[in-house]
């Protein structure tokens, strides 16, 4: 299994809390990604990286910031949580572009109260 | 964003059955992936078809890239309850930074 680490795997938080959400990676890989998966929708891509400190906006971004200071790490951050924003997070990371295969974390499932 | 529709959203069949799952698009694709996700864990991939018409087979699970490169098809011959899980397709986005696309998935449960 890629070496793909993302905690907490649960929290539950109030409405208007911050919170961040960490992935952590051994594979050395250029891109790191966070998705959110809800019923019926599949998943939908929240924000990604191409390198160190190097991010971009994916589908879903609104409400959601990251960051990414070193090559194994991408965080995700909820500024002021909402309702709408619990879900189960996901962290992937592939060796080449977007568009080729990659591995994901196990999820992390984020419960806004 | 392409839209990737998969069909049916549910399913539950016997061990021992054979189905096929569909992953159709109005777009054309340079290739398409499918994952399979259980319960409590991420996506692994199980296969990618990049050829318009290219059929691949990974034991008793057959793929299928449909020859415009809009579609895909997943057949799992004789099924086991081991195969139970969600299947994902996911094609390049076509997007800036070309970035997968999903669809809704496949709930597939195979009773013994």
């Known amino acids: 299994d890629a070496g793909i680490t993302q905690s907490p795997r649960h929290k539950v938080t109030e409405t208007g809390t911050p919170v961040t959400l960490r992935c952590h990676q051994t594979?050395?890989?250029?891109?790191m990604y966070w998705y959110r998966q809800d019923p019926g929708h599949g998943l939908r891509l929240i924000h990604y990286?191409?390198?160190?400190?190097?991010?971009d906006k994916g589908e879903v971004s609104d409400g959601y910031s990251v960051s990414r200071s070193k090559t194994e790490d991408f965080l995700l951050t909820l500024e002021s949580a909402t309702s709408s924003q619990t879900s189960v997070y996901f962290c992937?990371?592939?060796?080449?572009?977007?568009?080729?295969?990659?591995?994901f974390g196990d999820g992390t499932r984020l419960s806004i109260l | 964003t392409q839209l990737l529709e998969q069909s049916p959203q549910f399913l539950s069949i016997q061990e021992g059955e054979n189905l096929t799952v569909y992953c159709n698009s109005s777009?054309?694709?340079?290739?398409l992936q499918w994952y399979r996700q259980e319960p409590g864990e991420g996506p692994v991939l199980l296969v990618t078809?990049?050829?318009?018409?290219e059929v691949k087979k990974l034991k008793r699970l057959t793929f299928q890239f449909g020859d415009a490169r809009k579609d895909s098809s997943l057949h799992i011959t004789a099924a086991q309850p081991g195969d139970t899980g969600l299947y994902l397709c996911?094609?390049?986005?076509?997007?800036?930074?070309?970035?997968?696309?999903f669809g809704g998935g496949t709930r597939l449960m195979v009773k013994p």
């Open positions: 992937a990371i592939s060796e080449f572009a977007g568009d080729q295969p990659q591995h």
């Open positions: 594979e050395n890989h250029r891109y």
């Open positions: 990286s191409y390198g160190v400190k190097d991010t």
């Open positions: 777009s054309v694709f340079s290739s």
């Open positions: 078809v990049v050829t318009g018409g």
């Open positions: 996911a094609g390049d986005g076509n997007n800036a930074g070309n970035m997968l696309t």
